[in-house]
């Protein structure tokens, strides 16, 4: 049974900065790229940051680029998200996902954490 688990989030003001974390079990974490997501209430699930399988490609979706950092530890199975500069419209619930190499769909997906950001 495939398990992505988030941590990491919280309350944090304006400017400030938090780190995500997501753990994988329950498949070969290195098959796989891994991707971050979020969603606010009352909008659509947006797409953050994806990383590949080996960490040599990363991108971004236009909201976060400059200001957050998709990494992984194929070694813990982890991939994190460091999120600085955060602004109250980054507040949603982020989840991580992960599609298999050479998919862009993405077949397994986290609870989900929530980030607040307050002005």
């Known amino acids: 049974q495939v398990q992505l688990v988030e941590s990491g989030g919280g309350l944090v003001q304006a400017g400030g900065s938090l780190r995500l974390s997501c753990t994988a079990s329950?498949?070969?974490?290195?098959?796989?790229?891994m991707g971050w997501f979020r969603q606010a209430p009352a909008k659509e699930r947006e797409f953050v940051a994806d990383?590949?399988?080996?960490?040599?490609?990363?991108y971004y979706g236009d909201p976060v680029k400059g200001r957050f950092t998709i990494s992984r530890d194929n070694a813990k199975n982890t991939v994190y998200l460091q999120m600085n500069s955060l602004k109250p419209e980054d507040t949603a619930v982020y989840s991580c996902?992960?599609?298999?190499?050479?998919?862009?769909?993405?077949?397994?997906w986290g609870q989900g954490t929530q980030v607040t950001v307050s002005s």
């Open positions: 990383i590949s399988w080996n960490g040599y490609s990363t």
């Open positions: 996902a992960a599609r298999r190499i050479g998919n862009t769909n993405y077949e397994y």
């Open positions: 329950g498949l070969t974490f290195s098959n796989n790229g």
